[in-house]
């Protein structure tokens, strides 16, 4: 499966171990940057990797800022993105059993690299359980969008 990662300056070291371990685990990786600690606003960066997967250009992405809020909140405004943010195993595995998330984010500030490895290698090797839980995501189709004035409230 083809991978995108990315990450704004505070994530940037945390973005590095990712892809290193990605690259030694035999996976095709593209890094949209940041490409160094100098200042950049996640937006950008996040807006690339959720383009990628919405289109089909790439199997899953990874995001990391110094929260992973910011970049959750841009990337869950692409169409058929499911960004997740895990800065724990059990969210890790629950995103992709139960909402086949297909961009994993990660705070940088808040999670040390041996349990971001960690949450990543979990997050990439858990199986989307399907079923009851395919329904409900089918159901995002009938969530509003920004774009749309919901008329039933
Ligand atoms: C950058 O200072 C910080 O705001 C950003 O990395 C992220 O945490 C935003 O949600």
Known sequence: MKLVIGCDHAAFGLKERIKAYLIERGDEVEDVGAFSEASVDYPQIGMQVAAGVSAGRYGRGILMCGTGLGMSMVANRFAHVRAALCNDLFSAAM?????????????????????????VRVWLETSFEGGRHQRRLDLFDEVPDCNCVDRRA
């Open 95 to 119: 995103s992709r059993r139960h909402n086949d998330a297909n961009i994993l984010v990660i705070g940088g500030r808040i999670v040390g690299d041996v349990l971001a490895l960690e949450i």
